[in-house]
């Protein structure tokens, strides 16, 4: 929280250090400079320095598969870089139309254009639950604005931001570099709730009550093993694949790993007795 507050603080001492900028309109036909620190709808500009930029695309592990918006683009240049130095398709959305059509001259300038689009747009009107990678520069307020709405995305979305975090959506890594830090998280699916568990291997098949809790991408549960409610062990969520392992009652150690789906879950297991199987879960 301590750290959540002294960004948040240098983001507003930015803000107080460039009053002159904050009020500055450029003169008609006057080729459009933006300046560090002027005002911005929810935000003011602070670019994201480059080694960030660098930092936070490994981070998301972009690819030319993926498709990576940057909320609040400012000059452009997160969704120039996923375009010009990871292949990706790209879209910045950006409040100030001047700072959009200057972003999108930069794309331009860079010899992206084909691959990266800055539009001007209000990041909370305009639909980006198709990217498969988020970035953000914001405040911790507005992360948390957006933040249902990004957990509402596609199991396995990649989302960074820099400075801020998401309160107590725990970030999967943070990276740190030269004073500045950045957070990356990948949005899980959904499996809070009782299933029932399916194991099938070694010429037998067993139907168990599993119930799992969850809070983000941490999940816990237990199995009903008849009169025993069997802990589980080494739980793990991590977008749609989930992990986890229990002990049966002849005391064979099962580790299960597979993927969700809505409300089905599938994949394979290997015991330490040398069995190994199927196993799918379906919701109740
Ligand atoms: C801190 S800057 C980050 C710029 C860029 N993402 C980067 O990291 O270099 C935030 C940008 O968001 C823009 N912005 C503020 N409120 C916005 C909103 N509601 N919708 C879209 N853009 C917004 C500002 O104009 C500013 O350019």
Do not use: C
Not at 201 to 229: C, D, F, H, M, P
């Amino acid at each position: 929280m301590h750290l959540l507050r002294l960004a948040a603080a240098s983001l507003a001492a930015l803000l107080l250090a460039f009053p002159v900028a904050a009020q500055q309109k450029p003169k008609p036909n006057q080729a459009y400079e933006p300046q560090v620190g002027q005002a911005g709808k929810d935000v003011i500009w602070v670019p994201t320095p480059d080694e960030v930029v660098d930092r936070m695309l490994r981070m998301a592990q972009v690819t030319a598969n993926d498709y990576v918006i940057d909320l609040g683009a400012g000059d452009g240049k997160i969704a120039i870089a996923a375009a010009k130095n990871f292949g990706a398709r790209s879209l910045g959305i950006e409040y100030n139309p001047e700072m959009a059509r200057h972003a999108q001259r930069n794309a331009e300038k860079a010899g992206v254009s084909g691959r990266a689009r800055i539009v001007q747009g209000d990041i909370f009107v305009t639909d980006f639950t198709h990217a498969t990678v988020i970035t953000m520069y914001l405040l911790p307020a507005l992360n948390l604005k957006l933040r249902p709405q990004i957990l509402a995305m596609r199991p396995g979305t990649r989302v960074v931001s820099h400075s801020f975090t998401m309160d107590d959506w725990e970030a999967d890594e943070t990276s740190s570099m030269d004073g500045r830090r950045a957070y990356f998280w990948m949005v899980p699916a959904n499996v809070m709730g009782n299933w029932l568990l399916e194991v099938t291997g070694g010429g037998a098949s067993e139907k168990l009550e599993l119930t799992l809790e969850q809070r983000y991408q941490k999940i816990e549960g237990n199995l009903g093993l008849g009169t025993i409610q069997g802990g589980l062990r080494d739980a793990r969520l991590r977008g749609f694949n989930i992990a986890f392992s229990y002990v049966d009652n002849k005391g064979v150690r099962r580790d299960l790993a597979g993927r969700v789906s809505g409300g089905r879950m599938e994949g394979g297991f290997r015991a330490d007795n040398g069995t190994e199987g199927r196993w799918n879960a379906t919701k109740k």
